[in-house]
């Protein structure tokens, strides 16, 4: 079924309840595919959902992901004055 943003908006419910009974409702913005309402598996808990969301984001050519670290500064960072610390430093400092 499908459903423009508008009308999902009025009748919120009645899309989530069909939803949940099995039926995907495509939700569109003039007319185009935006989004997508499915049934959540019986058997899903926060953790497999959580794992299965990290797993397309990974999947996605153009995400890379992070490695937990902080980023990288510039190798030459600009400087407004030569008496004043640069954002990095500024950035830095605040962080603690």
């Known amino acids: 079924m499908e459903t423009s943003v508008r009308d999902l908006k009025s009748h919120l ?3 989530l309840r069909r939803a949940a009974l099995g039926e995907e409702v495509t939700v569109t913005l003039r007319g185009k595919p935006l989004a997508r309402l499915v049934p959540v598996s019986a ?3 926060p953790e497999t959902l959580e794992e299965v969301s ?3 984001l990974r999947a996605l ?3 890379i992901p992070g490695n937990g670290n902080k980023p990288l500064g510039s190798t030459n960072p600009v400087r407004i004055s030569p008496d004043e610390q ?3 430093e500024i950035v830095s400092e605040l962080r603690g």
């Open 86 to 88: 640069n954002l990095a």
């Open 13 to 15: 419910s009645e899309y």
């Open 43 to 45: 058997n899903a808990t």
């Open 61 to 63: 050519p153009w995400l």
């Open 54 to 56: 990290i797993a397309r």
